[in-house]
């Protein structure tokens, strides 16, 4: 399967805020890849929003520090300037995850090919996969519309995640059920967020510990989203 693997594990986190700095080098101690969806026509800016009752930087990496940031991850597109899709004209559609996905490869220096839908909620549907699908370069496209399981998916321009990280106790009680498989069929565990949460919730720690527990094991594939998704069409 993955590198003669049959578990995988892999994370994605949107909106390429400055908090990524911290969580990239928590998943470089413990041997982890993730992915991470970038807004390119809203990096550099600075702001703050209100989660869990707290005000978070939500302040953008520069373009120039695109490439250095996210070195040995993935870099995917997230749409130039974040807008709901699912009302937005197909022409513009197109252009926000096209233009998005072609200036973050300039700027990562190699093709970008995924992407994670833009907003909470419903913020897909046929329309715009059918769009992403025909009329853009993206190869996979993730929703926020966790299932808490393990199973490979055929549709990979809808793909369901299996955790939203804040939801910590269903993480950490899907980890412990992951690293109990036996691999008799092939498993992906697929982990998003995005880091600012990790000021709002403050959970820093508890992310640590469960990078901690997931690292190092010698039956796990730990991988890009591009790495577990495509892992059939890129050896």
């Known amino acids: 399967m993955w590198n003669g693997k049959r578990k ?4 994605s986190f949107d909106d390429g805020v400055r908090q990524d700095i911290r ?12 992915t991470f969806n970038l807004n390119s026509g809203l990096l550099g800016r600075e702001a703050s929003l209100v989660r869990n009752g707290v005000t978070v930087r939500h302040d953008k990496v520069t373009p120039e520090e695109v ?4 070195a040995g991850h993935e870099v995917a597109a997230h749409t130039l300037t974040h807008p709901f899709l699912p009302k937005t004209a197909d022409d513009e559609v197109v252009r926000q995850v096209e233009e998005d996905r072609l200036r973050l490869s300039a700027l990562c220096g190699y093709e ?15 329309r715009v996969e059918r769009l992403v699908r025909e009329r853009t370069g993206i190869r996979y496209a993730r929703t926020t ?16 995640p299996t955790v939203y990280y804040i939801e910590t106790d269903e993480m950490f009680r899907l980890g412990e059920r992951f690293l109990s498989l036996g691999g008799e069929e092939p498993a992906l565990f697929y982990v998003w ?11 820093w720690d508890r992310f640590e510990a469960f990078c901690a527990m997931m690292g190092g094991r010698e039956d796990i594939f730990y991988g890009t989203n591009r790495e577990v998704l495509l892992y059939d069409t890129t050896k």
Do not use: C
């Open 8 to 11: 995988a594990l892999t994370f």
């Open 23 to 34: 969580l990239v080098s928590i998943l470089n101690q413990y041997g982890l890849k993730g």
């Open 67 to 70: 490439r250095d940031v996210y």
């Open 112 to 126: 970008v090919v995924g992407m994670a839908y833009p907003g909470g909620g419903i913020n897909h549907d046929a």
């Open 145 to 160: 519309d966790a299932r808490g399981t393990f199973t490979l998916q055929t549709d990979l321009i809808a793909f369901a």
């Open 193 to 203: 967020g995005h880091s600012y949460e990790l000021d709002a919730w403050d959970f």
